[in-house]
């Protein structure tokens, strides 16, 4: 009774010192990129975009380090400007890559072809495929925090599909070749991807952005993109110097006093602009629970080995 009393112990103890091993993976979660040059755009293509219906975004369209924008400003409409290969695209362009870049990390849970609406919900995370990710329904994000979905392939919706919950801030797409949003599929997050031709099709939606590199083209049908509304980093206090005022006496006539003021000047740094994207900060909570739990077992393991080992 008394080995079985000890083994149970060492057993449960054991439990928890593996329990806590796995939560870090949870603690150091998927953070975001914060756009630069890319920041106000709303479509980004490496050689064309095309634009075949009334489509609507809120941000720029533009392209590089092709030059070819077609259907704008008819029949379709840029809530920003549009760049072809101009310095604006070039710098959009530059800061895609890094950012796509920046996406890649190390995954939480790799699948290979993966219809996403069968893990539905889904916490924040980095999911990868090693082929190719559909969603073939809806798609709910549950929790707060930073989903990034990567694949060396494609993405590819059904008609009438589509993701919710979640902060489209903080939902990125890293799409090894193109994505292609069927009909009114209603999707949320930033797509990036690498080539190919990423299409929106008749009356798909988009709260985020689309951005595609290299050769990559984007074509749009009918669509409305719009940009996430996040949170504006507040500007950091600094002190102001007050306006130096230098006033000459009045004369003896009955001029008026002549007053020289020098305007004032700050050094206060101006709010950031709204980028569509939040800074996300990693859950230090999750940090603390995770390495209590991994110290509180291996404590305790350490006390009963000792114990049994005295006896």
Excluded: E
Aim: with cysteine; charged share 5%; glycine share 10%.
């Amino acid at each position: 009774m008394k080995n079985l009393n000890i083994r149970s112990i060492l057993t449960t103890v054991v439990s928890l010192a593996v329990s806590a091993l796995a939560l870090p993976s949870t603690a150091f979660a998927a953070t975001s990129p914060v756009l630069t040059g890319s920041s106000g755009y709303s479509v980004l293509g490496g050689a064309a975009v095309t634009c075949t219906g009334p489509a609507t975004t809120t941000g720029s369209v533009g392209v590089s380090p092709g030059t070819s924008i077609t259907g704008f400003p008819v029949p379709c409409t840029a809530g920003g400007s549009t760049h072809s290969n101009d310095a604006s695209a070039i710098a959009a362009q530059a800061d895609n890559l890094a950012t796509f870049g920046a996406l890649d990390q190390p995954c939480d849970r790799t699948f290979g072809a993966q219809d996403l609406t069968l893990l539905s919900p889904l916490g924040p995370g980095v999911y990868c495929s090693t082929s190719s990710f559909s969603l073939s329904g809806n798609l709910r994000l549950t929790g707060s925090g930073v989903w990034i979905f990567k694949t060396v392939s494609t993405l590819i919706t059904s008609p009438g599909s589509s993701v919710t919950g979640g902060d489209p801030c903080n939902v990125w797409w890293r799409i090894g070749s193109s994505a292609t949003l069927a009909t009114t599929t209603s999707f949320i997050g930033s797509i990036l991807a690498l080539n190919g031709v990423t299409a929106l099709q008749t009356n798909a939606t988009l709260n985020g952005r689309v951005l595609a590199q290299s050769a990559g083209t984007v074509t749009l049908d009918s669509n409305t993109i719009t940009g996430p509304t996040c949170a504006v980093v507040a500007p950091t206090p600094t002190a102001t110097t007050p306006a130096a005022t230098t006033t000459t006496p009045a004369s003896t006539t009955t001029t008026t006093a002549a007053s020289t003021s020098t305007p004032a000047t700050s050094s206060s740094t101006p709010a950031a602009p709204k980028t569509g994207f939040g800074v996300h900060k990693t859950n230090q909570w999750q940090l603390l629970t995770a390495y209590g739990f991994g110290a509180a077992g291996a404590i305790a393991l350490g006390l009963v080995v000792r114990r049994f080992s005295n006896r």
